[in-house]
């Protein structure tokens, strides 16, 4: 068996090294990924739920599966990109880019605005303010209120961390070319505009609620 075993991975060793994802530089990493990949063209989520005796969205579903690789995927090349400024590596730079666009927001309007739950976003707050980049202010108009700006140490890291932000983002981006880039755009851009309405509006439905009152009107 373990013979058999061997003989059965230097096949498919050899099959990997025939297919277009090899590369002279691959790796074990790449032959896995490789790997899953065939397993996952073999065995689609359509075949799965029909053994189930499941009705299945296939296309919905798979849209989901797809944001959901792509979010892990992005926080990994996130991670790497910023790993000059591990400060920022977990979403902290979204809240700093977005004081640099849009400057004395509240915590609750600097939070929502990143999509996050209260308590995820306040905890992203507080080491921000903890490392010096963010400050509170008093409200103009109403003593009570505080408001958040960046500090000199906040517009410093924004600016030195501009150019591996935007390496990400070319990264992340992989091979589309502009027709391509422009077109996902459109729909990422209609997709959160959608989602940002249901998270500033029906936060408290459930998913049943939405799916009844909103998505099917």
């Known amino acids: 068996m373990q013979t058999d075993f061997i003989i059965d991975l230097l096949h498919q060793v050899k099959e990997f090294e025939n297919s277009s994802t090899y590369k002279p530089n691959s790796n074990v990493e790449d032959f896995r990924v490789w790997m899953n990949d065939k397993k996952y063209s073999a065995e689609s989520p359509t075949m799965l739920f029909k053994n189930e005796n499941h009705q299945v969205a296939f296309t ?5 599966k797809q944001i959901l690789l792509l979010g892990r995927y992005s926080k990994i090349l996130i991670r790497k990109g910023l790993s000059e400024f591990p400060e920022l590596a977990n979403e902290e730079f979204t809240y700093i880019y977005r004081l640099m666009d849009e400057p004395y927001l509240t915590k609750i309007q600097l939070i929502e605005k990143n999509g996050h739950e209260k308590q995820t976003g306040t905890q992203i707050i507080k080491r921000l303010l903890e490392a010096g980049f963010l400050k509170e202010e008093n409200d103009e108009g109403d003593k009570r209120m505080k408001r958040l700006n960046l500090t000199e140490k906040g517009e410093e890291i924004f600016h030195k961390s501009v150019e591996n932000v935007n390496t990400t983002s ?10 391509e880039k422009n077109e996902l755009l459109e729909i990422l851009q209609k997709l959160n505009a959608f989602h940002s309405h249901l998270y500033n509006k029906y936060r408290t439905m459930t998913i049943e609620e939405i799916m009844s009152f909103y998505v099917k009107n």
């Open 60 to 64: 919905e579903n798979e849209i989901c």
């Open 170 to 179: 070319k990264v992340l981006s992989a091979k589309l070319n502009t027709a």
